[in-house]
T-cell receptor
Framework: NAGVTQTPKFRVLKTGQSMTLLCAQDMNHEYMYWYRQDPGMGLRLIHYSVGEGTTAKGEVPDGYNVSRLKKQNFLLGLESAAPSQTSVYFC?????????????FGQGTRLTVV | GENVEQHPSTLSVQEGDSAVIKCTYSDSASNYFPWYKQELGKRPQLIIDIRSNVGEKKDQRIAVTLNKTAKHFSLHITETQPEDSAVYFCAARAQYGGYNKLIFGAGTRLAVHP
């Protein structure tokens, strides 16, 4: 049982390049989230999904797109990376059954845009 | 949408003292309030949570209180130890229809000095 796994762990991009971050969970969770973590700003929600085939905007969605084609995977895409997107990205998943449940986080992806 | 404010941003205490971190939220529909601890270089992990129908919850040295009328909740750590040093995040979750955002505060960096 791996929990929540993010790929890659580190990446350096040039301005304007595109990339996709992959989040995979093996806990059969319905809800999945993408956050970015910046110093002094905590964890800010980018996009989230309440189930396969659904996505919704969070607090800071601009410049990012997401897809949830399979229940276990939640992809975060950057179409044209900007230096302002330099951050640590965390994916999390939760199970909706049984009411409120713990969000399990991946190990994070450190992205630098130069 | 939900907005969560957290204070203080940094907190320094002597080992054995108590530490208190406070959060306020804006969305009256929020009904679930978890607290996460993030050690340096690691992923956030749940340490305690409280639901809106409960005013206080304790787990050994950790307690959380909730005042729904005032829309604020607090984390209390007693008899602090050096291993309590970490960044602590509060969060609030409102759920209605397809809306299920988990919004975090900006974090509090707690340093416990021996």
């Amino acid at each position: 049982n791996a929990g929540v796994t993010q790929t890659p762990k580190f990446r350096v991009l040039k301005t304007g390049q595109s990339m996709t971050l992959l989040c995979a969970q093996d806990m059969n969770h319905e809800y999945m989230y993408w956050y970015r973590q910046d110093p002094g700003m905590g964890l800010r929600l980018i996009h989230y999904s309440v189930g396969e085939g659904t996505t919704a905007k969070g607090e800071v969605p601009d410049g990012y797109n997401v897809s949830r084609l399979k229940k276990q995977n939640f992809l975060l895409g950057l179409e044209s990376a900007a230096p302002s997107q330099t951050s640590v990205y965390f994916c999390a998943s939760r199970n909706h059954r049984g009411g409120d449940t713990e969000a399990f986080f991946g190990q994070g992806t450190r992205l630098t845009v130069v | 949408g939900e907005n969560v404010e957290q204070h203080p941003s940094t907190l320094s205490v002597q080992e054995g003292d108590s530490a208190v971190i406070k959060c306020t939220y804006s969305d009256s529909a929020s009904n679930y309030f978890p607290w996460y601890k993030q050690e340096l270089g690691k992923r956030p992990q749940l340490i305690i949570d409280i639901r809106s129908n409960v005013g206080e919850k304790k787990d050994q040295r950790i307690a959380v209180t909730l005042n729904k009328t005032a829309k604020h909740f607090s984390l209390h750590i007693t008899e602090t130890q050096p291993e309590d040093s970490a960044v602590y995040f509060c969060a609030a979750r409102a759920q209605y229809g397809g809306y299920n955002k988990l919004i975090f505060g900006a974090g509090t960096r707690l340093a416990v000095h021996p």
